[in-house]
């Protein structure tokens, strides 16, 4: 599926100032959160976004992209609902199209659970595997696509943005359901091997309940998509 790129034009929003969604993002990244008497919290988002904003563009391993690209993609939504500047959905769309154009249906090389093989694109990784397997996670998948899902339903719901902005947030709503949900789904009862192949993984049956949780709210916040009548 191609992921279309847009030209960086304004674009107006009724947004109001929303400092205080900003600041605990700030500090979820790393960014002391002071009073908003005491700090300027977007000269200092910028500043740290200049020396920061690329440490994964590019990178296709799903914990990278859930622990630090998924908050960054949903600091660039808080941005914009406390600026209204489209710059930041300019951001986020730019790191959204390249996740979407790394996914995969399996890795080019190591051990990996043959029924990986399964048609579905997304992402996994080797880190958590004692034994460097290849694995994926459904918690990853869900916090990697969440704020996507955000900026979906955002687009879906703000006319002034959706000139602009529709068809990607489209694109976006199919490749999700496309891949990450039709897969969760069809791995439901799924046994992921053993022994020299994987250990045991089955399906949604076997993890813990975090994962599902976060998978839930992915679930719930496409929902509202999914009834749009621009679906």
């Given at each position: ?24 993002l ?31 563009l ?28 489209t710059?930041?959905?300019?951001q ?56 996507v ?83």
């Open positions: 599926m191609a992921l279309s790129l847009f030209s960086r034009a304004s674009c107006g929003s009724g947004w109001s100032s929303r400092p205080g969604a900003v600041i605990g700030l500090a979820l990244i790393g960014i002391p959160a002071l009073p908003c008497s005491a700090i300027d919290w977007q000269t200092v988002f910028v500043r740290w976004h200049q020396q920061n904003g690329n440490r994964c590019g990178r296709s391993g799903s914990a990278e992209l859930c622990w630090f690209e998924s908050h960054l993609l949903q600091a660039y939504l808080e941005m914009f609902q406390a600026t209204a500047d710059f930041w959905l300019d986020l769309v730019t790191h959204a199209d390249t996740m979407f154009a790394l996914m995969a249906d399996s890795p080019d090389s190591g051990n990996f659970w043959p029924g990986y093989r399964d048609g579905f694109r997304g992402w996994g990784t080797s880190r958590y595997d004692p034994k460097g397997r290849y694995q994926e996670y459904s918690v990853h998948d869900a916090h990697i696509c969440l704020p899902a955000r900026f979906i339903r955002l687009v879906f719901a703000e006319p002034g943005l959706q000139p602009r902005f529709l068809a990607t947030a489209r694109d976006y709503l199919a490749c999700i359901e496309g891949n990450i949900i039709a897969k969760w789904f069809s791995n439901w009862y799924t046994d992921r091997g053993s022994g020299e192949a994987l250990s045991e993984f089955g399906g949604w049956q076997a993890l813990p309940l975090n994962q599902s949780l976060v998978f839930g709210e992915l679930l719930l916040t496409l929902r509202s998509s999914v009834q749009s009548p621009l679906y």
